[in-house]
């Protein structure tokens, strides 16, 4: 019997996590323009063409490393998600991991804001990002029927509930914040006292 072998290059957790990595590097470091496929290459240690066997070609990489980042963030979020807890505990645990994966992870988050702000914002699908999100957007939303949060646009809630996170875990922006318990909770609580009923 004659096996006829097909040749095809299978992909590579590490070159795929390489990649990844060097891909939020040169960004944060030189930005979205002068990050070449070339360059992300080098960086990451592998040969440009291996790049095409993950990606279409450059704008697919820096969207799918931002589409990776969020599933990452949102995985944290759902990690021991407990729904029958009160409405505010809930919150309160949501909130607290995504101050930890932002502070732990602070060039995904700097990656995950410029990318935000940028042209290539466009072209993803924000329903698939809001899915890794599901379990919090309900919660949100359970809060709201159940007269807990206020009852007001939900880009307004987010904001007041999420952006202390972003501006307090950045050391750009909050140099002298102690990560300490007892002020990541005064920050829960305010971020709280500001959405609830």
């Known amino acids: 019997m004659i096996i006829y072998f097909r040749s095809m290059r299978t992909k590579d957790d590490i070159k795929q996590d390489a990649l990844f990595e060097a891909t939020v590097k040169l960004v944060n470091e030189i930005g979205f323009a002068a990050s070449s496929v070339s360059k992300i290459a080098k960086e990451a240690?592998?040969?440009?063409?291996?790049?095409?066997?993950?990606?279409?070609?450059?704008?697919?990489?820096?969207?799918?490393?931002?589409?990776?980042?969020?599933?990452?963030?949102?995985?944290?979020?759902?990690e021991n998600f407990d729904d029958s807890l009160p409405i505010r505990d809930i919150i309160r645990n949501i909130w607290v991991k995504i101050f930890s994966y932002?502070?732990?992870?602070?060039?995904?988050?700097?990656?995950?804001?410029?990318?935000?702000?940028?042209?290539?914002?466009?072209?993803?699908?924000?329903?698939?990002?809001?899915?890794?999100?599901?379990?919090?957007?309900?919660?949100?939303?359970?809060?709201?029927e159940q007269k807990i949060i206020k009852n007001v646009n939900f880009d307004i809630l987010t904001a007041f509930i999420f952006y202390p996170i972003m501006a307090l875990s950045n050391p750009r922006i909050c140099q002298n914040f102690e990560m300490s318990d007892e002020n990541i909770e005064t920050a829960f609580t305010l971020a709280w006292d500001a959405i609830k009923f």
């Open 45 to 78: 240690g592998i040969s440009p063409a291996t790049i095409y066997i993950y990606h279409k070609n450059k704008e697919d990489l820096l969207v799918s490393t931002y589409i990776e980042i969020k599933r990452n963030m949102g995985k944290s979020v759902q």
């Open 102 to 144: 932002v502070s732990n992870h602070p060039a995904y988050f700097q990656y995950a804001e410029q990318f935000s702000n940028s042209p290539y914002n466009s072209l993803v699908n924000k329903q698939e990002i809001e899915g890794y999100f599901a379990p919090m957007i309900q919660v949100i939303l359970k809060g709201v």
